[in-house]
């Protein structure tokens, strides 16, 4: 699925009805936000993961921009549920894997046209709250604004409780990059000193 302007997109769906995808809390405890109306397939090789992958990929929302011809405009997020018994003991594992392409920041003085613009700024600002939320969980703050955003809505069970987080930043290596370039490494400093906690086996 990819969240574009504070919107849920499901990059599986090819058909012409509109749907409406609402996120919801887990049905469970212990379980995994929920999506409505989201397409779910069931896979049993590699093979299969990636061919659905290339089918969202191709369906993402991109747009040229000043520093890219090829620039995602939207949150790319990927979720593999893995089901695992162990022959020995009986013992089942049930975890979820969250694959997650955050849309770059870009400044707006450099972009002239309204769709940009308010792409750009939905891209910011959810950005923006992916930080806040991660600092409120390492200070341990009685209220974390996951709310704030789709993305965060979103990947609340992926940040908090009982999972472990793990953030690659992707850095332009052009010289007329290096004001955004800055501001992502700032964010990476800024969640790199954040603790939020240690991740648990789900074994039932």
């Known amino acids: 699925m990819e969240i574009y302007n504070e919107q849920v997109r499901d990059l599986l769906e090819t058909g012409s ?3 409406s995808y609402e996120i919801r809390n887990p049905a469970t405890p212990g379980s995994d936000m929920m999506v409505t109306n989201l397409r779910v397939e069931t896979v049993s090789s590699a093979g299969e ?3 659905l992958l290339n089918i ?10 000043v520093h890219n011809d ?3 405009r939207s949150h790319f997020v990927f979720k593999l549920r893995l089901l695992g018994e162990n022959e020995n003991t009986g013992k089942k594992v049930d975890a979820v894997l969250s694959l997650v392409d955050l849309a770059g ?3 707006l003085v450099e972009i002239s046209e309204n769709a940009r613009v308010a792409e750009t700024k939905n891209i910011n600002r959810s950005l923006s709250n992916l930080g806040n939320v991660i600092l409120a969980l390492s200070r341990k703050n009685e209220h974390v604004p996951y709310r704030n955003s789709k993305l965060t809505h979103l990947l609340q069970t992926s940040l908090g409780g009982n999972s472990k987080t793990l953030m690659l930043v992707n850095l332009s290596p052009k010289e007329d990059a290096v004001e955004e370039t800055l501001n992502s490494l ?8 954040c603790y939020v ?5 789900n074994i039932k």
Do not use: L
């Open 49 to 51: 993961v990636y061919s």
């Open 197 to 201: 906690g240690r991740a648990q086996r």
């Open 186 to 193: 700032r964010f990476a400093t800024r969640v790199n000193e």
């Open 70 to 72: 090829y620039s995602s």
């Open 17 to 19: 009805e509109k749907k």
């Open 105 to 107: 920041s870009e400044k």
């Open 56 to 65: 969202a990929r191709r369906n993402r929302a991109v747009a040229a921009t």
